[in-house]
Protein backbone atom coordinates (compact mmCIF):
# COMPACT_ATOMS: atom_id res chain seq x y z
CA UNK A 1 0.00 0.00 0.00
CA UNK A 2 1.53 3.45 -1.13
CA UNK A 3 2.07 5.84 2.17
CA UNK A 4 -1.24 8.33 0.60
CA UNK A 5 -3.16 5.43 0.64
CA UNK A 6 -1.63 4.48 4.13
CA UNK A 7 -2.76 8.01 5.29
CA UNK A 8 -5.76 8.25 3.71
CA UNK A 9 -7.36 4.88 5.53
CA UNK A 10 -6.01 6.16 8.57
CA UNK A 11 -8.02 9.75 7.98
CA UNK A 12 -4.59 11.43 8.38
CA UNK A 13 -5.37 13.52 5.12
CA UNK A 14 -7.82 15.80 4.37
CA UNK A 15 -9.92 15.00 1.50
CA UNK A 16 -10.72 18.60 -0.52
CA UNK A 17 -14.28 19.46 -0.62
CA UNK A 18 -15.00 20.03 -4.38
CA UNK A 19 -18.12 21.13 -6.05
CA UNK A 20 -19.80 19.79 -8.66
CA UNK A 21 -18.17 22.75 -10.85
CA UNK A 22 -14.26 21.95 -9.51
CA UNK A 23 -14.05 24.89 -7.54
CA UNK A 24 -12.72 24.14 -3.93
CA UNK A 25 -15.58 24.48 -1.50
CA UNK A 26 -16.20 25.95 1.99
CA UNK A 27 -18.50 28.22 3.60
CA UNK A 28 -18.23 31.83 3.19
CA UNK A 29 -18.72 34.24 5.95
CA UNK A 30 -19.06 38.26 6.39
CA UNK A 31 -21.19 39.34 3.22
CA UNK A 32 -23.63 41.76 3.34
CA UNK A 33 -25.88 39.74 0.86
CA UNK A 34 -27.03 36.55 1.74
CA UNK A 35 -27.67 35.68 -2.38
CA UNK A 36 -26.94 37.16 -5.08
CA UNK A 37 -29.02 37.00 -8.73
CA UNK A 38 -26.46 37.24 -11.68
CA UNK A 39 -27.43 38.23 -14.74
CA UNK A 40 -25.38 38.05 -18.20
CA UNK A 41 -27.92 39.15 -21.49
CA UNK A 42 -27.00 37.92 -24.86
CA UNK A 43 -28.48 40.42 -27.45
CA UNK A 44 -28.34 41.51 -31.15
CA UNK A 45 -25.55 42.24 -32.94
CA UNK A 46 -23.39 43.04 -35.55
CA UNK A 47 -20.02 42.57 -36.99
CA UNK A 48 -20.01 46.29 -37.73
CA UNK A 49 -22.73 48.42 -37.15
CA UNK A 50 -22.35 49.03 -33.19
CA UNK A 51 -24.92 52.07 -32.73
CA UNK A 52 -27.28 49.74 -33.53
CA UNK A 53 -30.51 49.35 -31.11
CA UNK A 54 -29.66 46.07 -29.32
CA UNK A 55 -32.19 43.76 -28.11
CA UNK A 56 -31.86 41.62 -25.60
CA UNK A 57 -31.93 37.57 -27.08
CA UNK A 58 -31.32 35.64 -24.02
CA UNK A 59 -32.72 36.68 -20.39
CA UNK A 60 -30.75 33.88 -17.98
CA UNK A 61 -30.62 34.58 -13.98
CA UNK A 62 -28.77 32.30 -11.31
CA UNK A 63 -29.40 32.55 -8.19
CA UNK A 64 -26.46 32.00 -5.86
CA UNK A 65 -26.21 31.12 -1.95
CA UNK A 66 -23.54 32.96 -1.01
CA UNK A 67 -23.00 31.15 2.34
CA UNK A 68 -22.83 27.92 0.49
CA UNK A 69 -21.48 29.48 -2.95
CA UNK A 70 -24.34 27.20 -4.17
CA UNK A 71 -26.78 28.18 -7.08
CA UNK A 72 -30.31 27.47 -5.89
CA UNK A 73 -32.26 28.18 -8.27
CA UNK A 74 -32.59 29.73 -12.05
CA UNK A 75 -34.62 31.30 -14.02
CA UNK A 76 -33.76 31.37 -18.40
CA UNK A 77 -35.98 32.51 -21.51
CA UNK A 78 -34.73 33.31 -24.66
CA UNK A 79 -36.24 36.53 -25.89
CA UNK A 80 -38.29 37.85 -29.60
CA UNK A 81 -36.34 40.57 -30.85
CA UNK A 82 -39.04 42.87 -32.58
CA UNK A 83 -36.68 46.09 -34.25
CA UNK A 84 -34.86 43.60 -35.66
CA UNK A 85 -36.34 40.30 -35.97
CA UNK A 86 -33.79 38.18 -37.97
CA UNK A 87 -30.73 37.45 -36.22
CA UNK A 88 -27.45 38.29 -37.99
CA UNK A 89 -25.03 35.10 -39.05
CA UNK A 90 -22.48 37.37 -36.58
CA UNK A 91 -25.05 37.05 -33.96
CA UNK A 92 -25.67 33.27 -34.30
CA UNK A 93 -21.98 32.50 -34.44
CA UNK A 94 -20.71 34.48 -31.28
CA UNK A 95 -23.98 33.45 -29.35
CA UNK A 96 -25.00 30.16 -30.17
CA UNK A 97 -28.24 30.88 -30.20
CA UNK A 98 -30.17 30.51 -33.29
CA UNK A 99 -33.30 31.97 -35.55
CA UNK A 100 -35.36 29.13 -34.36
CA UNK A 101 -34.58 29.62 -30.61
CA UNK A 102 -35.92 33.32 -30.39
CA UNK A 103 -38.62 33.12 -32.33
CA UNK A 104 -39.88 30.03 -30.07
CA UNK A 105 -39.08 32.88 -27.06
CA UNK A 106 -40.83 35.25 -25.92
CA UNK A 107 -41.13 39.49 -26.57
CA UNK A 108 -39.71 41.40 -23.72
CA UNK A 109 -42.29 42.36 -21.92
CA UNK A 110 -43.55 38.80 -21.78
CA UNK A 111 -40.07 37.58 -20.40
CA UNK A 112 -40.05 40.70 -17.44
CA UNK A 113 -43.39 39.46 -16.11
CA UNK A 114 -42.24 36.07 -16.01
CA UNK A 115 -39.06 37.30 -14.47
CA UNK A 116 -40.79 39.14 -11.75
CA UNK A 117 -42.80 36.29 -11.17
CA UNK A 118 -39.37 34.33 -10.59
CA UNK A 119 -37.98 37.25 -8.16
CA UNK A 120 -41.52 36.65 -5.83
CA UNK A 121 -41.46 32.84 -5.76
CA UNK A 122 -37.96 33.93 -4.50
CA UNK A 123 -39.31 36.44 -2.20
CA UNK A 124 -42.01 33.69 -0.74
CA UNK A 125 -39.98 30.71 -0.72
CA UNK A 126 -36.54 31.85 0.43
CA UNK A 127 -37.13 35.14 2.41
CA UNK A 128 -35.68 36.93 -0.03
CA UNK A 129 -35.52 40.66 0.07
CA UNK A 130 -33.98 43.47 -2.15
CA UNK A 131 -33.07 46.46 -0.18
CA UNK A 132 -34.12 49.89 -1.36
CA UNK A 133 -32.75 53.57 -1.09
CA UNK A 134 -35.25 54.05 1.56
CA UNK A 135 -34.24 51.24 3.84
CA UNK A 136 -31.36 50.37 5.90
CA UNK A 137 -30.11 46.61 6.93
CA UNK A 138 -31.77 47.32 9.91
CA UNK A 139 -34.75 47.40 8.88
CA UNK A 140 -34.54 43.77 7.76
CA UNK A 141 -35.76 41.01 10.00
CA UNK A 142 -33.77 38.14 10.56
CA UNK A 143 -35.69 35.66 8.41
CA UNK A 144 -35.38 37.67 5.53
CA UNK A 145 -32.61 37.40 3.31
CA UNK A 146 -30.50 40.34 1.24
CA UNK A 147 -30.23 40.19 -1.99
CA UNK A 148 -28.89 41.99 -4.99
CA UNK A 149 -28.22 41.69 -8.53
CA UNK A 150 -24.86 41.34 -9.94
CA UNK A 151 -23.14 41.23 -13.40
CA UNK A 152 -20.03 41.27 -15.28
CA UNK A 153 -19.73 44.96 -16.30
CA UNK A 154 -22.82 47.68 -16.21
CA UNK A 155 -23.60 46.90 -19.47
CA UNK A 156 -26.61 44.39 -19.07
CA UNK A 157 -28.65 47.06 -16.25
CA UNK A 158 -27.15 49.82 -17.13
CA UNK A 159 -26.87 49.97 -20.80
CA UNK A 160 -28.68 47.36 -22.65
CA UNK A 161 -31.81 46.77 -20.93
CA UNK A 162 -32.00 50.34 -19.65
CA UNK A 163 -31.95 51.48 -23.20
CA UNK A 164 -34.28 48.36 -24.78
CA UNK A 165 -36.87 49.30 -22.01
CA UNK A 166 -36.64 52.99 -22.69
CA UNK A 167 -37.16 52.63 -26.78
CA UNK A 168 -40.42 50.10 -26.23
CA UNK A 169 -42.01 52.25 -23.00
CA UNK A 170 -41.60 48.89 -20.91
CA UNK A 171 -42.18 49.82 -17.69
CA UNK A 172 -38.55 47.99 -15.81
CA UNK A 173 -38.55 45.89 -12.50
CA UNK A 174 -37.23 48.76 -10.04
CA UNK A 175 -35.32 45.63 -8.11
CA UNK A 176 -33.14 46.19 -11.45
CA UNK A 177 -31.74 49.49 -10.79
CA UNK A 178 -28.99 48.90 -8.71
CA UNK A 179 -26.29 46.00 -8.94
CA UNK A 180 -22.91 44.93 -8.59
CA UNK A 181 -20.24 45.15 -11.01
CA UNK A 182 -18.01 42.34 -10.58
CA UNK A 183 -15.63 43.68 -13.16
CA UNK A 184 -14.96 46.56 -11.43
CA UNK A 185 -15.20 45.06 -8.53
CA UNK A 186 -12.51 42.27 -9.48
CA UNK A 187 -10.02 44.95 -10.99
CA UNK A 188 -9.82 46.97 -7.65
CA UNK A 189 -9.89 43.71 -5.41
CA UNK A 190 -6.95 42.05 -7.16
CA UNK A 191 -5.21 44.85 -8.80
CA UNK A 192 -5.20 43.91 -12.41
CA UNK A 193 -7.54 44.01 -15.32
CA UNK A 194 -8.62 40.60 -16.31
CA UNK A 195 -9.19 39.46 -20.49
CA UNK A 196 -12.91 39.43 -20.14
CA UNK A 197 -14.60 37.17 -17.73
CA UNK A 198 -12.57 33.90 -19.20
CA UNK A 199 -9.29 35.89 -18.42
CA UNK A 200 -10.32 36.59 -15.13
CA UNK A 201 -11.53 33.07 -14.27
CA UNK A 202 -8.27 31.32 -15.95
CA UNK A 203 -6.49 34.03 -14.10
CA UNK A 204 -7.47 32.12 -10.77
CA UNK A 205 -6.79 29.18 -12.19
CA UNK A 206 -10.65 28.56 -12.81
CA UNK A 207 -11.66 26.67 -16.21
CA UNK A 208 -14.52 28.48 -18.02
CA UNK A 209 -17.43 25.91 -17.89
CA UNK A 210 -19.98 25.59 -21.48
CA UNK A 211 -19.55 28.11 -23.94
CA UNK A 212 -18.65 31.22 -23.79
CA UNK A 213 -21.59 34.16 -24.95
CA UNK A 214 -24.01 31.43 -24.42
CA UNK A 215 -26.07 33.61 -21.62
CA UNK A 216 -26.89 30.43 -19.31
CA UNK A 217 -23.52 29.79 -19.02
CA UNK A 218 -21.98 33.18 -18.72
CA UNK A 219 -24.56 33.83 -15.62
CA UNK A 220 -23.47 30.36 -14.16
CA UNK A 221 -19.60 31.07 -14.32
CA UNK A 222 -19.85 34.82 -13.09
CA UNK A 223 -21.71 33.20 -10.00
CA UNK A 224 -18.61 30.88 -9.91
CA UNK A 225 -16.24 33.96 -9.93
CA UNK A 226 -18.08 35.75 -7.32
CA UNK A 227 -18.00 32.63 -5.00
CA UNK A 228 -14.03 32.58 -5.30
CA UNK A 229 -13.87 36.25 -4.94
CA UNK A 230 -16.04 35.83 -1.81
CA UNK A 231 -13.75 32.96 -0.44
CA UNK A 232 -10.60 34.97 -1.27
CA UNK A 233 -12.07 37.93 1.05
CA UNK A 234 -14.03 40.12 -1.09
CA UNK A 235 -17.01 41.53 0.39
CA UNK A 236 -19.47 42.54 -2.32
CA UNK A 237 -21.19 45.35 -2.27
CA UNK A 238 -23.32 47.51 -4.51
CA UNK A 239 -21.08 49.83 -7.16
CA UNK A 240 -23.89 51.08 -9.36
CA UNK A 241 -27.57 52.50 -8.56
CA UNK A 242 -30.21 53.95 -11.37
CA UNK A 243 -32.56 56.68 -9.50
CA UNK A 244 -35.42 58.82 -10.54
CA UNK A 245 -35.06 62.09 -9.29
CA UNK A 246 -38.03 64.28 -10.64
CA UNK A 247 -38.86 61.89 -13.15
CA UNK A 248 -35.16 61.80 -14.72
CA UNK A 249 -33.11 58.81 -14.63
CA UNK A 250 -30.24 60.09 -13.00
CA UNK A 251 -26.77 57.47 -12.33
CA UNK A 252 -24.66 57.20 -9.24
CA UNK A 253 -21.35 55.04 -8.37
CA UNK A 254 -21.29 53.43 -4.51
CA UNK A 255 -17.97 53.42 -3.30
CA UNK A 256 -17.29 49.93 -5.04
CA UNK A 257 -14.64 47.84 -2.77
CA UNK A 258 -13.03 48.72 0.82
P1 LIG B 1 -21.31 38.66 -23.56
O1 LIG B 1 -22.06 38.66 -22.28
O2 LIG B 1 -19.87 38.90 -23.44
O3 LIG B 1 -21.63 37.36 -24.25
O4 LIG B 1 -21.86 39.83 -24.45
C1 LIG B 1 -23.18 40.28 -24.44
C2 LIG B 1 -23.56 40.80 -25.79
O5 LIG B 1 -22.61 41.79 -26.20
C3 LIG B 1 -23.58 39.76 -26.92
O6 LIG B 1 -24.79 39.06 -26.99
C4 LIG B 1 -23.38 40.66 -28.13
O7 LIG B 1 -24.57 41.29 -28.50
C5 LIG B 1 -22.43 41.72 -27.62
N1 LIG B 1 -21.03 41.33 -27.91
C6 LIG B 1 -20.19 40.64 -27.11
N2 LIG B 1 -18.99 40.45 -27.70
C7 LIG B 1 -19.09 41.04 -28.91
C8 LIG B 1 -18.22 41.20 -30.04
N3 LIG B 1 -16.96 40.71 -30.01
N4 LIG B 1 -18.67 41.86 -31.12
C9 LIG B 1 -19.92 42.37 -31.16
N5 LIG B 1 -20.79 42.26 -30.15
C10 LIG B 1 -20.40 41.60 -29.05
MG1 LIG C 1 -22.04 39.49 -20.50
MG1 LIG D 1 -22.85 36.66 -22.22
Known amino acids: MSTRKLAKKLGLLRQRSQSTSGVKKSVISNQIFSYLVVIDFESTCWRE ?6 EIIEFPAVLLNTSSGEVESEFHTYVQPQEHPVLSNFCTELTGITQVQVEAGVPLQICLSRFNRWVQNLQLEKG ?14 PSQKMCTFLTWSDWDLGVCLQYECKRKQLLKPDVLNSWIDLRSTYRLFYSRKPKGLNGALQDLGIQFSGREHSGLDDARN ?37
Do not use: H, W
Open 49 to 54: KNNYGQ
Open 128 to 141: VMFPNKQQTCSAFS
Open 222 to 258: TARLAARMMRDGCVLKITRSLETVSGYLTTSLKNPVS
